[in-house]
């Protein structure tokens, strides 16, 4: 991965030079023997070209392997990145990752109110319910409990449907205020008086 971001930070070229401390750092390996023999086995896997010189002043040169494979076309993955440069035998599924990631933060969050607004009349709910709605989870972040992230938004608000079914059925069902004094003290005690 710290080779890739490398590539990444010299915008893609054909080969370009690795700096051994700063991919040590980034790839968080500590010893030098650790860093080449995974250097040699990502070489003899043919992920990466491995062009290391001699002279201590020069930088090594790395070249990325950059095949294509017919099958990243037919999984529809758009991009000429993706298209460009699949590496041999890497499975699919680990550039097919940011288009799931899309489709969990659609779910986790809708688009706009509008989506809320469209879900509730789907569901022959008003659409006050559906701002209600949307308004406070928009303030707490999409967060239930102001910790856990939502994973799916529409489930939320159908539980919220049935809650306020509940709550308009069950008219003991109310919302306690606050200051609301469960003790039912007196506010004007006399201390002097002993218990």
Known sequence: MALFFYWNLHHFPDEFYAN????????????????????KDLSDWEYIEYQPTQNPTQKTM??????CTSSSAETGLTGTLMERYCPKNVPLSL???QQKQSKLSQKRKPKNELAVINFFKSKNWQSM?????????QGVGW????KVQIEDWMAIAENWMLKANEIRKNPTL???PQNEDYLITNNQKNYGEPL
């Open 62 to 67: 790395v070249r990325l392997s950059q095949f």
């Open 174 to 176: 109310k919302f306690v």
């Open 95 to 97: 550039y097919n990752k």
């Open 129 to 137: 319910d559906a701002l209600k709605f949307y308004n406070h989870y």
């Open 143 to 146: 967060k239930i409990g102001g």
């Open 20 to 39: 051994r401390i700063e991919i040590m750092k980034m790839s968080k390996i500590g010893s030098r023997s650790t860093y080449h023999r995974l250097i």
